[in-house]
Protein backbone atom coordinates (compact mmCIF):
# COMPACT_ATOMS: atom_id res chain seq x y z
CA UNK A 1 0.00 0.00 0.00
CA UNK A 2 1.39 3.78 -0.49
CA UNK A 3 1.54 5.30 2.87
CA UNK A 4 3.14 8.92 4.04
CA UNK A 5 4.44 9.15 7.99
CA UNK A 6 4.95 12.59 9.39
CA UNK A 7 4.70 13.42 13.00
CA UNK A 8 1.62 14.27 14.19
CA UNK A 9 2.02 17.33 16.82
CA UNK A 10 5.56 19.06 17.35
CA UNK A 11 6.62 22.29 19.53
CA UNK A 12 8.94 25.18 18.97
CA UNK A 13 9.85 28.32 20.31
CA UNK A 14 9.40 31.42 18.21
CA UNK A 15 12.77 32.52 16.34
CA UNK A 16 14.02 29.09 16.80
CA UNK A 17 14.06 27.08 13.74
CA UNK A 18 12.28 23.67 13.45
CA UNK A 19 12.22 20.48 11.07
CA UNK A 20 9.21 18.41 9.84
CA UNK A 21 10.43 15.18 8.68
CA UNK A 22 8.06 13.06 5.91
CA UNK A 23 8.51 9.59 4.89
CA UNK A 24 7.33 7.92 2.22
CA UNK A 25 6.12 4.72 0.12
CA UNK A 26 4.40 5.48 -2.93
CA UNK A 27 4.05 3.48 -6.29
CA UNK A 28 6.13 5.43 -8.11
CA UNK A 29 7.45 9.28 -7.37
CA UNK A 30 6.53 12.13 -9.64
CA UNK A 31 7.56 14.92 -7.17
CA UNK A 32 6.74 15.46 -3.50
CA UNK A 33 4.40 18.65 -2.11
CA UNK A 34 4.31 20.78 1.23
CA UNK A 35 1.41 22.76 1.87
CA UNK A 36 0.77 24.66 4.94
CA UNK A 37 -2.73 24.90 6.38
CA UNK A 38 -3.91 27.27 9.57
CA UNK A 39 -6.55 25.98 11.22
CA UNK A 40 -10.09 26.23 9.63
CA UNK A 41 -8.59 27.03 6.86
CA UNK A 42 -7.57 25.74 3.39
CA UNK A 43 -3.76 23.98 2.32
CA UNK A 44 -1.81 26.24 0.54
CA UNK A 45 1.34 25.57 -1.42
CA UNK A 46 4.83 26.30 -0.19
CA UNK A 47 7.02 23.83 -1.78
CA UNK A 48 8.14 21.05 -4.57
CA UNK A 49 10.67 19.16 -4.95
CA UNK A 50 11.20 16.44 -7.74
CA UNK A 51 14.58 16.28 -8.11
CA UNK A 52 17.26 15.60 -4.47
CA UNK A 53 18.55 18.24 -3.03
CA UNK A 54 17.71 21.37 -0.72
CA UNK A 55 14.92 24.26 -1.93
CA UNK A 56 14.67 27.61 -0.21
CA UNK A 57 12.36 29.96 -0.32
CA UNK A 58 12.43 32.79 2.10
CA UNK A 59 12.29 31.35 5.95
CA UNK A 60 11.09 28.24 4.28
CA UNK A 61 13.51 25.23 3.00
CA UNK A 62 13.15 21.63 1.62
CA UNK A 63 14.82 18.73 1.37
CA UNK A 64 14.13 15.15 -0.88
CA UNK A 65 16.29 12.09 -1.13
CA UNK A 66 13.82 9.78 -3.10
CA UNK A 67 16.44 7.03 -2.30
CA UNK A 68 15.35 7.10 0.95
CA UNK A 69 11.98 8.05 0.63
CA UNK A 70 12.30 11.04 2.90
CA UNK A 71 12.15 14.70 2.77
CA UNK A 72 11.75 17.11 5.44
CA UNK A 73 10.48 20.71 5.82
CA UNK A 74 12.26 23.60 7.45
CA UNK A 75 11.70 26.58 8.97
CA UNK A 76 13.77 28.79 10.07
CA UNK A 77 13.52 32.38 12.16
CA UNK A 78 9.53 30.91 13.56
CA UNK A 79 6.96 33.11 13.70
CA UNK A 80 4.02 33.18 15.74
CA UNK A 81 1.93 32.88 12.63
CA UNK A 82 3.77 29.89 11.53
CA UNK A 83 1.60 28.08 13.76
CA UNK A 84 -0.46 25.38 10.92
CA UNK A 85 -0.56 21.89 10.02
CA UNK A 86 2.16 21.19 7.40
CA UNK A 87 1.06 18.55 4.46
CA UNK A 88 3.46 16.10 3.13
CA UNK A 89 1.86 15.34 -0.50
CA UNK A 90 3.30 12.60 -2.78
CA UNK A 91 2.50 12.31 -6.24
CA UNK A 92 2.45 8.74 -7.37
CA UNK A 93 2.90 6.93 -10.94
CA UNK A 94 -0.82 7.59 -11.56
CA UNK A 95 -0.06 11.60 -11.18
CA UNK A 96 -2.24 11.17 -7.84
CA UNK A 97 -1.60 12.41 -4.81
CA UNK A 98 -0.97 10.69 -1.45
CA UNK A 99 -1.24 13.06 1.55
CA UNK A 100 -0.10 12.71 4.78
CA UNK A 101 -2.19 13.63 8.02
CA UNK A 102 -0.03 16.25 8.12
CA UNK A 103 2.20 17.58 11.27
CA UNK A 104 0.10 20.52 13.32
CA UNK A 105 3.37 22.76 14.60
CA UNK A 106 2.78 24.87 17.75
CA UNK A 107 4.39 28.02 18.64
CA UNK A 108 5.40 29.15 22.05
CA UNK A 109 6.44 32.53 22.68
CA UNK B 1 -10.14 38.12 -6.83
CA UNK B 2 -9.64 34.88 -8.54
CA UNK B 3 -9.69 31.31 -6.80
CA UNK B 4 -12.28 28.80 -5.98
CA UNK B 5 -15.60 29.68 -4.61
CA UNK B 6 -17.35 26.68 -1.77
CA UNK B 7 -20.93 26.92 -0.94
CA UNK B 8 -22.36 26.10 1.38
CA UNK B 9 -19.65 26.49 4.07
CA UNK B 10 -21.39 24.91 6.65
CA UNK B 11 -24.08 22.23 6.68
CA UNK B 12 -26.59 20.15 9.22
CA UNK B 13 -27.74 17.46 7.31
CA UNK B 14 -30.62 14.46 8.08
CA UNK B 15 -29.24 11.20 7.41
CA UNK B 16 -30.56 9.86 4.12
CA UNK B 17 -31.28 13.77 2.81
CA UNK B 18 -29.36 14.76 -0.74
CA UNK B 19 -27.06 17.64 -0.73
CA UNK B 20 -25.27 18.88 -3.17
CA UNK B 21 -21.67 20.63 -2.45
CA UNK B 22 -21.08 23.80 -5.17
CA UNK B 23 -17.86 24.69 -6.68
CA UNK B 24 -17.07 27.33 -8.68
CA UNK B 25 -13.45 28.33 -10.23
CA UNK B 26 -12.57 31.57 -12.31
CA UNK B 27 -9.04 30.60 -12.72
CA UNK B 28 -9.82 28.67 -16.18
CA UNK B 29 -8.16 25.60 -14.59
CA UNK B 30 -8.64 22.55 -16.61
CA UNK B 31 -8.61 19.88 -13.87
CA UNK B 32 -10.68 19.76 -10.66
CA UNK B 33 -10.94 17.60 -7.71
CA UNK B 34 -12.98 16.76 -4.55
CA UNK B 35 -11.10 15.46 -1.20
CA UNK B 36 -12.23 14.81 2.40
CA UNK B 37 -10.01 15.88 5.26
CA UNK B 38 -11.11 13.88 8.60
CA UNK B 39 -9.25 14.16 12.07
CA UNK B 40 -6.14 12.32 11.76
CA UNK B 41 -6.01 11.52 8.48
CA UNK B 42 -4.53 12.73 5.09
CA UNK B 43 -7.14 14.65 2.54
CA UNK B 44 -8.57 11.70 0.50
CA UNK B 45 -9.43 11.98 -2.92
CA UNK B 46 -13.53 11.37 -3.62
CA UNK B 47 -13.39 12.47 -7.76
CA UNK B 48 -11.45 14.49 -9.88
CA UNK B 49 -12.03 15.85 -13.34
CA UNK B 50 -8.97 16.54 -15.78
CA UNK B 51 -11.02 18.44 -18.56
CA UNK B 52 -14.60 19.42 -18.85
CA UNK B 53 -16.73 16.95 -19.66
CA UNK B 54 -14.75 13.98 -18.00
CA UNK B 55 -14.59 12.79 -14.31
CA UNK B 56 -12.53 9.85 -12.85
CA UNK B 57 -13.27 8.13 -9.62
CA UNK B 58 -10.52 8.72 -6.24
CA UNK B 59 -9.83 6.61 -3.39
CA UNK B 60 -13.39 7.18 -1.65
CA UNK B 61 -16.07 7.48 -4.39
CA UNK B 62 -19.01 5.55 -3.31
CA UNK B 63 -21.52 7.68 -1.99
CA UNK B 64 -20.33 10.27 -3.61
CA UNK B 65 -21.11 11.60 -7.63
CA UNK B 66 -19.78 14.27 -9.80
CA UNK B 67 -20.28 16.00 -12.89
CA UNK B 68 -18.15 18.72 -15.11
CA UNK B 69 -20.72 20.39 -17.68
CA UNK B 70 -18.28 23.21 -17.75
CA UNK B 71 -14.62 24.22 -17.04
CA UNK B 72 -16.04 26.07 -14.01
CA UNK B 73 -18.38 24.14 -11.79
CA UNK B 74 -17.94 20.72 -10.28
CA UNK B 75 -20.49 20.29 -7.51
CA UNK B 76 -20.70 17.27 -5.75
CA UNK B 77 -23.39 15.46 -4.71
CA UNK B 78 -24.39 12.97 -1.99
CA UNK B 79 -27.28 10.67 -3.54
CA UNK B 80 -28.46 9.71 0.46
CA UNK B 81 -26.27 11.46 3.24
CA UNK B 82 -24.89 8.81 6.42
CA UNK B 83 -23.27 10.11 9.18
CA UNK B 84 -20.07 8.28 7.95
CA UNK B 85 -20.05 11.52 5.41
CA UNK B 86 -20.05 13.64 7.94
CA UNK B 87 -15.98 15.73 7.16
CA UNK B 88 -14.58 18.70 5.82
CA UNK B 89 -15.18 18.67 2.12
CA UNK B 90 -12.68 20.67 0.18
CA UNK B 91 -12.64 21.76 -4.09
CA UNK B 92 -9.40 22.44 -5.60
CA UNK B 93 -8.23 22.97 -8.91
CA UNK B 94 -4.64 22.93 -11.24
CA UNK B 95 -3.63 24.04 -14.71
CA UNK B 96 -2.18 20.69 -15.89
CA UNK B 97 -3.24 17.29 -14.59
CA UNK B 98 0.55 15.37 -15.21
CA UNK B 99 3.78 17.94 -15.72
CA UNK B 100 5.70 20.65 -13.34
CA UNK B 101 4.60 21.38 -9.96
CA UNK B 102 0.88 21.06 -10.53
CA UNK B 103 0.15 22.92 -7.70
CA UNK B 104 -3.53 22.79 -6.33
CA UNK B 105 -5.28 25.80 -5.32
CA UNK B 106 -8.15 24.75 -2.86
CA UNK B 107 -11.30 26.19 -1.69
CA UNK B 108 -11.95 27.56 2.16
CA UNK B 109 -14.07 23.96 2.06
CA UNK B 110 -17.70 23.14 3.41
CA UNK B 111 -17.88 21.20 6.52
CA UNK B 112 -20.86 19.12 6.69
CA UNK B 113 -22.60 17.26 9.36
CA UNK B 114 -24.81 13.93 8.91
CA UNK B 115 -26.96 13.39 12.04
Known amino acids: GQNIDQPTEMTATEGAIVQINCTYQTSGFNGLFWYQQHAGEAPTFLSY??LDGLEEKGRFSSFLSRSKGYSYLLLKELQMKDSASYLCAVRDSNYQLIWGAGTKLIIKP | IAGITQAPTSQILAAGRRMTLRCTQD?????MYWYRQDLGLGLRLIHY???????GKGEVPDGYSVSRANTDDFPLTLASAVPSQTSVYFCASSDRTDSGANVLTFGAGSRLTVL
Open chain 2, 27 to 31: MRHNA
Open chain 2, 49 to 55: SNTAGTT
Open chain 1, 49 to 50: NV
